[in-house]
């Protein structure tokens, strides 16, 4: 094996294991030539999945004797699950076998346990969490999504570098438009957090746009959007509730009679082209922004395609630096705050 | 004019005043005997919009020389528009001339004037803004949607024996369905305030299901969810913005060809009923709740539907004494608490 790019996936995480994790990673090898893939998890579960299935030296896999629950307590996992599949495939990273890797597991588990393993870069208080969702004009990147569930102004000022260099790195964006998520347009609203974060941002030299409010996400016109983690999560959850509640409205409403059934026959293409745009397995795969290393998380419930897409995604993060990126990005940043507040 | 319920509107907030208010002040007495209006604000301006329609004396107009701008600070309005349609209207309902007003003018500048001059309840810290959103099985109430940005536990428990108590009395629910919004179903996330309002919510009798995410409020499976005003501020423009996205996304497919036009054209019916259904005019009207009176905040961009469904949302609170009940509810919690509190 000689491949120049290796990716470890939790075989174990997620709603459904090693039987939908192998399954998506042939899927991505089957598409790829320089990647490697280690399965980490229950050796006996992962050759189950394998058996039937054509692949070659460029899947291994790495036992390991332990899987963290989704509703496990993440110091727990930390402290009693040292040779989980979450953990080694973290240690595969710090180790440098690995340059990512990807995880459909408990969420606090894992950010728990990749601060612990690899540590934050130099002079990032906090990691965050950062995925993409639909908008008018293609996406936009929202964060933090549920790591941090009480900012400080100086945390949301650091996901704003992080996140705009993200976009840099991955999409090629020189200055990619940042917004911060407030209340109301007009400065006087707002939290304490929010207004003294706005300040720092409004004389950094990012692409700052200002204050932008929850609709706004969606019509596209800025490139990320910093908010805490809980709010974060739940604009993200909400979000799912209302096209989940649309889509079911039509699918339900098509169906109804031979004579809705024969309209949405007439529709099916544009249906399917909905479905297909606003599809949220285009959209899985979050990451872990601010630690030494390319850390995944994929949705727990991902099927197969979902899970793809965030393998392609740690893919993408290790072919653009992006660690080192951000690493570079936070100096300068900080430096430029510590000359300012010098006068 | 001897009509036994009277209704102030601010005439001229929100971002088209009487052009919008009065035509819905008419078009809503035209489907009521028992209501009359009082149209607050530009003498000049409100003869203007009833000069050529039909009207009859149920109509009054109670002139007010000054109007609070959209973007104005709510203290400077509080201070220097003593004679605003907005402060003016709810005059009338301090002074027991109306029983209920509604505004579509700025919500800050409308709830610190409402709390000046009406006063809390009893019991009550702070009022609370409530609307109702659609969901799979009917509605789903929200609370606090932007008055309160920061807000501790008992706060968030207020709220909770508010909004339950709000839909026991317009919708005749026995023991509505309360839900504590939370980015995890697991008790081992949230902030300290939701945790700790959980704790309450926990032990008091109230029908408390928990806590819920973002998704779940759009399943239907709770009639009141509770959250802080920034939270709550987010969710709904988040939804408005999803529900824009996908709505402009179906409507501009349907009109790409000929084809897709006939096929349009055909899923016509569905499509009206999918608008329709989810009309937000259909649910517009905020109430301020844990006032010592009826307040209905209107969307600043409303429509006269809309802005006539407000009027509908006052009328209904004023059947169902909802100041009343809620004082009464608050009232029993507060002393069941201070029992509890004793042993």
New interface residues.
């Given amino acids: 094996m000689n491949a120049p790019l290796t990716i470890a996936l939790d075989a174990m995480g997620g709603d459904f294991g090693p039987s939908v994790v192998v399954p998506a990673a042939l899927d991505f090898l089957s598409k790829r030539r320089d990647v490697a893939l280690i399965l980490v998890g229950n050796e006996e579960a992962i050759r189950e999945q394998l058996k039937d299935a054509q692949h070659d030296e460029r899947v291994t896999i790495r036992h390991a004797s332990q899987a963290v629950a989704m ?1 496990e ?2 110091s727990k996992a930390l402290r009693n699950k040292k040779d989980s599949s979450m953990r080694v495939a973290i240690d595969l990273v710090k180790e440098g076998v690995a340059q990512a890797c990807v995880s459909a597991g408990n969420t ?1 588990a894992l950010m728990a346990t990749a601060r612990f393993v690899l540590k934050t870069l130099p002079g990032v208080d906090r990691p965050a969490i950062i995925t993409a969702v ?3 004009h293609g996406s936009t990147h929202l964060l933090d999504l ?1 790591a941090n ?2 900012c400080s102004a100086i945390h949301l000022f650091q996901f704003a570098v992080m996140g705009s260099e993200l976009i840099t790195a991955v999409e090629g964006l020189a200055a990619p438009k940042v917004g911060l ?1 407030n ?2 347009e ?1 400065e ?5 957090q929010v207004k003294q974060a706005h300040e720092l941002l409004s004389t950094c030299d990012l692409n700052y746009v200002g204050y932008v ?7 596209g016109d800025v490139d990320v959007v910093v ?1 805490d ?3 974060g ?14 889509g ?3 699918s339900r ?2 169906k109804q009679s031979w004579l ?1 059934r ?3 026959l ?5 249906l399917n ?2 479905r297909r ?2 599809d949220p397995r285009r959209y899985n795969g979050a990451s872990l922004l601010g630690l030494r290393g390319i850390v995944i998380k994929s949705h727990g419930g991902a099927d197969r395609i979902a899970f793809e897409n965030a393998i392609r995604i740690a893919e993408k993060e290790i072919h653009c630096n992006v660690p080192e990126r951000i690493a570079q990005q936070v100096a300068i940043h900080l430096d430029d705050g510590r000359k300012r507040a010098a006068g």
Avoid: C, H, W
């Fill in positions: 509703d307590l993440p606090g639909p908008s008018q549920g569930v009480d998520l209340i109301g007009e006087i609203k707002g939290n304490e409010e929850g609709d706004d996400i969606y019509l908010m983690g809980f709010v999560n739940v604009a993200l959850k909400t979000s799912e509730g209302v096209a989940k509640l649309l079911r409205f039509l409403s098509f809705t024969i309209s949405g007439a529709a099916l293409p544009i082209r909905f745009t606003f």
